[in-house]
């Protein structure tokens, strides 16, 4: 697939988030865009708090609002927008042609109601289907999705199964209507390292076969190897790199980027120690002038405090918001 050709399946421009508190607003996303085409899997990765979960939660409508409110941009799939679309349209989206994973499968799923009832009811909602043929589908989605005696299995309640079976459950719910974009949100959060990869197998095994696009977030640096084809890399609510996935690894153009890398331990490195990034993310309601990076960055000069360093292209396809980019990635 030439993913430069494909025409875009989503298309997020200039997306902006704000949370009202006591005496004004908290923007929580500035100016978030990027594309997404059909069997591409594009990560968005970033500390917490970055405002990665809000911007998709903006991308589904199901921000809660008051308190947060998107204040700009455009949100496309194929060609047609979906922000302010009346609620009613907006609803028939979700779940049909974009659906999402939360975080934490246990809080997502209802306790009082069988998993085989909740799977059901998206066929029965969305497809109309009677109650015995939604049943035999969620069935038929479970074993999709390799959960052992399936149709067994469909009276249980949520809690009556394992962290990786309950995302198995989450995935199959999030793919019963077999959207054209899923949006998984750190889908293996609090699941050990062997349960993470069956998850991300099964996610690219499902994403192949349906040919979906797929919007992966995660703050795990290994979870995105070997499994996006390109990286939206978020700070303070903006895009801080962008970049196909194999480029950004080789050589990241921004020093958060690099620090990011710079923190995980890899085997291809042998030993030695990690070099953590110092500081913490700044707080989206006092975010530091210029650069949003610059207490924490060790190249910080006077012109970072003082400028928003605008997003530059320093290769093909690859992008970075910082006023020393092209150095950085030259320099790497």
């Known amino acids: 697939m030439d993913l430069e050709k494909d025409p875009p399946l989503l298309e997020v421009a200039d997306l902006s988030v704000e949370f009202a508190v006591r005496g004004g607003a908290v923007r929580a996303v500035n100016g978030l865009s990027y594309t997404l085409r059909e069997g591409e899997t594009l990560a968005i990765l970033g500390e917490s708090g970055s405002g990665k979960s809000v911007a998709a939660q903006a991308v589904m409508g199901i921000l809660d609002s008051p308190p947060a409110r998107v204040t700009g941009g455009s949100v496309r799939l194929r060609g047609e927008e979906l922000l302010g679309l009346p609620e009613r349209r907006r609803r028939a989206y979700r779940g049909d042609r974009v659906s999402m994973i939360f975080q934490d499968a246990l809080s997502a799923l209802n306790p009082v109601f069988t998993v085989g009832d909740q799977l059901a009811e998206m066929f029965r909602a969305h497809r109309g289907m009677r109650r015995r043929e939604a049943r035999d589908r969620a069935a038929e989605l479970m074993e999709r999705v390799r959960i ?43 699941l050990d390292v062997t349960v993470q990869a069956q998850i991300m197998r099964l996610l690219a095994d499902l ?126």
């Not at 009276?155 to 079976?165: A, E, L, R, V, Y």
């Not at 995935?171 to 077999?178: P, Q, V």
């Open 148 to 190: 052992p005696s399936a149709r067994r299995r469909l009276g249980d309640h949520p809690h009556q199964f394992s962290g990786g079976m309950r995302q198995r459950v989450m995935i199959a719910m999030a793919l019963a209507l077999e959207p054209d974009v899923l949006i998984a949100d750190e889908p293996t959060t609090a």
């Open 207 to 332: 994403q192949d076969e349906l040919r979906m696009g797929m919007v992966l977030i995660t703050h795990d640096l290994g979870v995105v190897a070997g499994v996006a084809d390109r990286i939206v890399v978020m700070y303070a609510g903006a895009v801080a790199e962008q970049a196909p996935a194999a480029a950004l690894y080789a050589r990241p153009a921004h020093p958060y980027t690099a620090g990011l890398l710079a923190s995980v331990p890899r085997i291809d490195r042998g030993g030695g120690a990690l070099h953590p990034i110092k500081g913490a993310p700044p707080d989206p309601a006092a975010l530091p002038s210029g650069c949003p990076f610059h207490p924490r960055c060790p190249r910080a000069e006077a012109v970072c405090a003082a400028e928003v360093p605008p997003l530059v292209e320093v290769a093909p396809g690859h992008a970075a918001a910082c006023h020393f980019a092209e150095e950085v990635h030259g320099g790497n």
